[in-house]
C-alpha cells in the first residue's frame, strides 16, 4: 500500500527482499537493488506473475479447521470432584462464488448437528452454551467487520493494482476472524507464503494473473455476501440456542414456581410437587426444559430441550447452581453427607429417612439442634459422639470453661450439660438409654391390690441407752448378752407377732461410727422408737436419731429406757426432748412418751400400744400378690454360702426362685431364712429375710426387687455398675485435681494406708467412715481398699504393694494370706469392735506425727569475769544462780533482760576439767558457741529442747 521501495514491500510481504527481488524479476519487473522504487503497476505485475504460477485460479475452497481444549470440574456420583477435558472440533470451508451456498450452508448443517450430538454429552455443555454465545458475539462482530471490509474492497476495487496485497489481506483477516488465534493466522501466513514461493518459482503472464486475480475477487465478493448471510443465520441459531440453553436453566425454579397454583386442579400438593420435582433432578429438568423449548421459536431449541435433560441438573447460567447443588445425588449427596454429619447419630437417622421423602434434603444446610441426652456421666468421647462433632471440638469447649479433659475423661452429667447447651445444642438428663427407666412402667403394671400390713418400727437411740434390751424383752431373746463390747454393730431385723399383729423391728447401732446404719434404719421404716436413758437423758446421738426420722418424716415413739434405775429421771429426759422439738403428746405434742425398763417390763406393753396406734392412724398397705420389692438392709460374704443378703420385703412376696436385682448385683434366690435362721419358702411385705443367691455382696441399703427375667436383671445391674464406676472415676479425677495443689503446698503429709476387710457390708461402711475421720492435715487415712469377706492373699498382696495396713473386722485371713503376710511383713490387725479399731489407729496414727518441740528452762548463770584464753577463745566465768547447766543445753544471753543472742553452750569447765553439768551455786567456765560478745553482769537463761511424741 504505502510501501514505495523493493524492501519495504518485502517487510510487508514479510520475506526477504532477495526472494522478492528473484520473484519481481520472475514477473518481469527488473530490480535489482532493495532500495529500488516500487510502483503499483511493478506490484500489480509481481501479484499477476504469483497468481498465475500458484494456480490460485484452481483452487474452488479453503477448509480451516479449530480445535478448542478446555477443563470442567464436576463433581461426580462419589463426591469426589472430577476433571473433564473437553475438546470442541470446528471446520470451516469457504469456498468460490460459483459453488458458494450449497456446499457451505451443509457444512453449517453439518456442523450444528455435530454441535448438537457433542451437547449430549452432560459435562460439556457449560462449554457449549458458552461457545454458542461467544460464537454468535464472533459472528456479530465479523458481520460488522465483513461490511468495513466490503467497503475496503470496492475501493481496492478501484485500484486494482493493489489486488494482490488485498487479497492476501483479506485471506489473513478472514483467518483472524474466523479463529482469533494467532496460532492459526501464524498458519494461514505460512500457506500464504507458501503460495507466493510456489508463484515465484512458476514464472507465468501477467494479464492472466491479473484477469484470474479479478475473478477471483468478485467470486471473493460473492462469497463474503453469501457468508454475511449464513453467518447472520449462524448466529441467529447460536443465539437462540444459547437462549434456550438459559431457559433450560431456569426452568426448574419456573417448575416450581408455577406448579404450586397451577398444578393443585392436578390434585398434586404443592408439597408433592415440590418433593417429587427435587427428589428426581432429570425427569424434572426434562419437563422443566420442555416448556421453554415450547414457547421457543425454532426446532433448535427443542433438540437443545432434548439434549438438556441430562445435564439441567449441571448447569448454570445465572446462580442457580447453588441450589441445584444441594438435590439429586451426585453433587447434593455432598450437601447431605455434611448435614447427617452434623445431626449425629440420632440426627442421622432422621436425616437418612429426610432422603427418603426428599424436601428436607433440599433444605440449604444449617447448624442443627441436636437433643442430646445425658447420662450420669459421659465421657467426652462420648458426648462428641452424641453431638456429632469431633471430640477435639468438646476438649475445646472444655478449655474454654477452665477445664483440662481428655477424650477417655468421664464428665459429670452438669458439666456435659453445659457443654452440650455451649454447643448449640439441647441437653436433657438421660433416661432413654437406661434399662431402669422400664423397670418404673413394669413395676406399675404389677401392681396388685394393696392389702394392710405391719409396721416396720425401728429403735433408734444414744449408744447402751438399752435398745437391744428392749427388743430382747419385746422378743424374749438375748441378743444383747451376745454382742462384742456390749454395743450393737448392726442393724437387727425381728418380726415380732403381738396379740394386736405383727410389728418388725429394725434394731440399730447407737454409737457414733454408725451414722449411716441409723440413717438407712430411719430411710425404711414407717414408725421411729426414740431410745433415751431415763439416767442419762438426750445425748449426741439421740440428737443424730432425731434429725434422721424428721429427715425421713416418720412419727416418732419415746421410750424411755431403764425406768427401773435408781437414778432415773423421766421427767429431765422430757424437758431435754423438748428442746430437741420432740413434744410429749401431754403438752400439746404428737410424740408418745413412755417410760419403760428391759429388767422389770414395765411399760413395754404400753409402748407395743403406743406403736400399734400410730401404725393404725397410717393405715399401712401393701400389694401381697406382687413382685417383691424392697430394702437390702445388710449384706455380707459368708464362706460357704457366699453372697447373703438381708432384706426387707416392702411389697409382694419374695419367694424362692425369683430373679432379684439388688443395686449393682442380681441372681436368682438360692435359699431364704428368716432371722432366727429357719428356712422360709416365701416372705411378705414387711418381713425381714436373708437371701442367698446373688452375684456379688450388694450394698446396705441398696434397692431390691423382682424381676421376670434374669438377662433383664443382669443388664441393669451391669448398666448400674458401669454408671457407678463412671461416677467413681469422674470423682476421684476432679479430686485429684482439686487435691494437687493443696498436696504440693503442704510438703510431705504422711499418709496411712489401709485395706479393710470386715464381716458385713454396713460394719465395713462404718468402719472406713470412722477410720477416714481420723485422718489430720499431717496424717492422712488412705482407704487403699474396703471389701466384705475374710481376708485373701490378693488383699495381703496389695496391702504389700501399697505398704498398707490390713484390718480385719470379725473376719480373719485365711492359711494362705497368713502365710504371705508372715513372710513379707505385712501388718494385719483384727479387730471385733469399731471403737477398738478406731482407737488403736488413732494410736497408731500418733506415732506418725512428727513430736513437738518444747523449750525447758533448766537454769540461769550470771557472768561476773570474762576472761580470753588464747586457745580457747573467750569464756564466761559464770555463777549459777539457778537450777542447773548443762554441756549440751542451749542458752539465751540476756542483757539488761533483753535478749541479745540465741544459741548453743560449747564446752563447760570447772577448775580447769571439763564437766557435763554444773549444779546451782558453782562456779564455772561456759564457752559460747559462736559467740563471744559478753560483758560481765550478762545473764544466761539456760534451756534444753525436749520432744514431745503428740497424740491426735
Ligand atoms: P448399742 O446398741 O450399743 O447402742 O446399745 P443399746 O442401746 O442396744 O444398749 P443395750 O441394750 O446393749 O444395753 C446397754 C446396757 O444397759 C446393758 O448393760 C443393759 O443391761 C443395760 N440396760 C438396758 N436396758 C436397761 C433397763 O431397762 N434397766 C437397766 N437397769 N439396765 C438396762
Ligand atoms: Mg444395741
Not at 394393696?450 to 429403735?459: D, Y
Not at 441407752?465 to 448378752?481: E, F, N, Q, W
Not at 497408731?844 to 586457745?871: C, D, N, Y
Request: glycine residues 6%; negative net charge.
Amino acid at each position: 500500500m504505502s510501501s514505495n521501495t523493493v524492501a519495504e514491500f518485502a517487510v510487508e510481504l514479510q520475506k526477504s527482499p532477495d526472494t522478492l527481488l528473484e520473484q519481481l524479476q520472475a514477473a518481469g519487473v527488473s530490480k535489482q537493488d532493495a532500495s529500488d522504487a516500487l510502483t503499483e503497476t511493478d506490484k500489480q505485475a509481481l501479484l499477476s506473475h504469483l497468481q498465475a504460477a500458484h494456480g490460485a485460479a484452481d483452487r474452488k475452497k479453503i477448509t480451516l479447521t479449530k480445535k478448542s481444549t478446555s477443563e470442567i470440574k464436576q463433581a461426580d456420583a462419589t463426591g469426589r470432584a472430577r476433571t473433564i477435558q473437553v475438546e470442541v472440533r470446528k471446520k470451516r470451508t469457504f469456498v468460490k462464488r460459483d459453488d458458494v451456498a450449497e456446499p457451505d450452508s451443509e457444512e453449517a448443517l453439518k456442523h450444528a448437528e455435530t454441535k448438537q450430538k457433542e451437547a449430549e454429552h452432560k459435562a460439556e455443555l457449560v462449554k457449549r452454551e458458552e461457545e454458542a454465545r461467544h460464537e454468535a458475539d464472533q459472528i456479530s462482530k465479523q458481520e460488522a467487520d465483513l461490511v468495513q471490509q466490503r467497503a475496503d474492497r470496492t475501493e481496492r476495487e478501484d485500484r486494482e493494482r493493489k489486488e494482490r496485497e488485498a487479497e492476501e489481506r483479506a485471506a489473513a483477516y478472514v483467518v483472524k476472524t474466523q479463529e482469533r488465534k494467532a496460532q492459526e493466522v501464524a498458519e494461514k501466513a505460512a500457506v500464504a507464503r507458501i503460495h507466493a514461493q510456489d508463484l515465484a518459482a512458476r514464472n507465468e503472464a501477467q494479464a492472466e494473473a491479473k484477469k484470474k486475480a479479478d475473478d477471483e475477487s468478485k467470486a471473493r465478493e460473492a462469497e463474503e455476501t453469501a457468508r454475511a448471510v449464513d453467518l447472520d443465520e449462524r448466529r441467529r441459531k447460536a443465539l437462540a440456542e444459547a437462549e434456550a440453553i438459559r431457559a433450560m436453566m431456569n426452568a426448574p425454579k419456573k417448575v416450581l414456581v408455577a406448579k404450586k397454583p397451577s398444578e393443585e386442579k392436578k390434585e398434586v400438593k404443592p408439597a408433592d410437587a415440590k418433593k417429587g420435582t427435587l427428589h428426581k433432578p432429570a425427569t424434572t429438568a426434562g419437563a422443566g426444559a420442555a416448556k421453554p423449548a415450547a414457547g421457543a421459536p425454532g426446532n433448535k431449541e427443542v433438540k437443545s430441550a432434548k439434549l438438556s435433560s441430562s445435564w439441567s441438573n449441571q448447569n448454570d447460567s445465572n446462580g442457580k447452581k447453588k441450589e441445584l447443588k444441594t438435590r439429586g445425588d451426585s453433587s447434593g449427596g455432598v450437601a447431605n453427607r455434611g448435614n447427617n454429619w452434623r445431626s449425629g447419630p440420632r440426627g442421622r437417622r432422621g436425616n437418612d429417612r429426610n432422603d427418603h421423602r426428599g424436601p428436607q434434603s433440599a433444605a440449604p444446610v444449617e447448624a442443627r439442634v441436636i437433643d442430646v441426652y445425658v447420662p450420669e456421666t459421659i465421657t467426652v468421647s462420648e458426648l462428641a459422639h452424641k453431638m456429632a462433632i469431633k471430640a477435639s471440638e468438646v476438649i475445646k469447649a472444655l478449655m474454654k470453661m477452665g477445664q483440662m479433659v481428655t477424650i477417655n475423661q468421664p464428665l459429670d452429667q452438669d458439666t456435659a450439660m453445659i457443654v452440650v447447651e455451649e454447643m448449640g445444642h439441647k441437653a436433657h438428663v438421660a433416661a432413654l438409654d437406661d434399662p431402669e427407666a422400664f423397670t418404673l412402667e413394669e413395676e406399675s403394671q404389677s401392681e396388685s391390690e394393696a392389702l394392710s400390713r405391719a409396721p416396720v418400727v425401728t429403735v433408734m437411740g444414744h449408744v447402751d441407752h438399752g435398745k437391744t434390751s428392749l427388743l430382747d424383752y419385746i422378743r424374749r431373746s438375748k441378743v444383747a448378752a451376745g454382742e462384742a463390747g456390749g454395743i450393737t454393730q448392726h442393724i437387727g431385723a425381728y418380726h415380732v407377732e403381738t396379740p394386736r399383729g405383727m410389728i418388725t423391728f429394725l434394731d440399730t447401732p447407737g454409737h457414733e461410727a454408725f451414722t449411716a446404719m441409723r440413717a438407712r434404719g430411719a430411710q425404711s421404716t414407717d414408725i421411729v422408737i426414740l431410745v433415751a436413758a431415763a439416767d442419762d437423758g438426750v445425748m449426741p446421738q439421740t440428737k443424730e436419731a432425731i434429725k434422721h426420722a424428721r429427715a425421713a418424716g416418720v412419727p416418732i415413739v419415746v421410750a424411755i429406757t431403764k425406768a427401773d434405775k435408781p437414778d432415773a429421771n423421766p421427767e429431765r429426759v422430757k424437758q431435754e426432748l423438748v428442746v430437741e422439738q420432740v413434744v410429749p403428746e401431754e403438752y400439746g405434742g404428737d410424740s408418745p412418751f413412755v417410760a419403760v425398763s428391759s429388767k422389770t417390763g414395765q411399760g413395754i406393753d404400753e409402748l407395743l400400744e403406743q406403736v400399734l396406734l400410730q401404725a393404725e392412724v397410717l393405715e399401712l398397705k401393701a400389694p401381697v400378690e406382687a413382685n417383691a420389692k424392697g430394702l437390702v438392709i445388710e449384706a455380707q460374704l459368708d464362706k460357704g454360702r457366699g453372697p447373703v443378703a438381708t432384706v426387707l420385703v416392702q411389697s409382694g412376696t419374695l419367694k424362692v426362685g425369683d430373679i432379684v436385682l439388688a443395686g449393682q448385683t442380681y441372681g436368682r434366690v438360692r435359699a431364704m431364712v428368716d432371722e432366727d435362721g429357719k428356712v422360709a419358702k416365701h416372705a411378705g411385705p414387711s418381713l425381714p429375710v436373708e437371701i442367698q443367691g446373688l452375684s456379688d455382696v450388694p450394698q446396705a441399703g441398696d434397692d431390691f426387687m423382682v424381676l421376670p427375667d434374669e438377662r433383664r436383671a443382669r443388664e441393669i445391674a451391669t448398666y448400674r455398675a458401669g454408671k457407678f464406676r463412671n461416677t467413681k472415676l469422674a470423682r476421684q479425677q476432679a479430686a485429684k485435681l482439686e487435691n494437687m495443689f493443696a498436696e504440693m503446698g503442704a510438703g510431705s503429709v504422711q499418709s496411712l494406708p489401709i485395706i479393710i476387710k470386715a464381716d458385713t457390708q454396713g460394719s465395713q461402711e462404718a468402719l472406713a467412715t470412722s477410720l477416714l475421720k481420723l485422718s489430720t492435715d499431717e496424717v492422712k487415712v488412705q482407704m487403699v481398699y474396703t471389701g466384705v469377706g475374710g481376708i485373701s492373699e490378693s488383699d495381703v498382696n496389695l496391702a504389700l504393694a501399697s505398704k498398707a495396713i490390713v484390718i480385719g473386722f470379725n473376719v480373719r485371713a485365711d492359711a494362705q494370706a497368713r502365710k504371705t503376710a508372715e513372710s513379707n511383713d505385712v501388718d494385719i490387725r483384727y479387730y471385733n469392735i469399731i471403737y477398738d479399731a478406731v482407737d488403736e489407729l488413732k494410736a497408731a496414727m500418733s506415732g506418725m506425727l512428727a513430736p513437738e518441740q518444747r523449750e525447758e528452762i533448766i537454769g540461769m548463770a550470771e557472768i561476773r569475769t570474762v576472761f580470753v584464753a588464747s586457745k580457747i577463745g573467750t569464756v564466761a566465768g559464770s555463777y549459777i544462780t539457778q537450777g542447773h547447766v548443762t554441756r549440751n543445753a542451749h542458752f539465751r544471753l540476756l542483757r539488761d533482760n533483753v535478749v541479745i543472742y540465741t544459741g548453743q553452750i560449747d564446752s563447760l569447765r570447772r577448775m580447769k576439767d571439763d564437766v557435763k553439768e554444773v549444779k546451782e551455786g558453782f562456779e564455772c567456765g561456759i564457752k559460747l558457741k559462736n559467740y563471744n560478745d559478753i560483758k560481765e553482769g550478762d545473764m544466761l537463761e539456760v534451756f534444753e529442747i525436749k520432744e514431745i511424741a503428740r497424740t491426735l
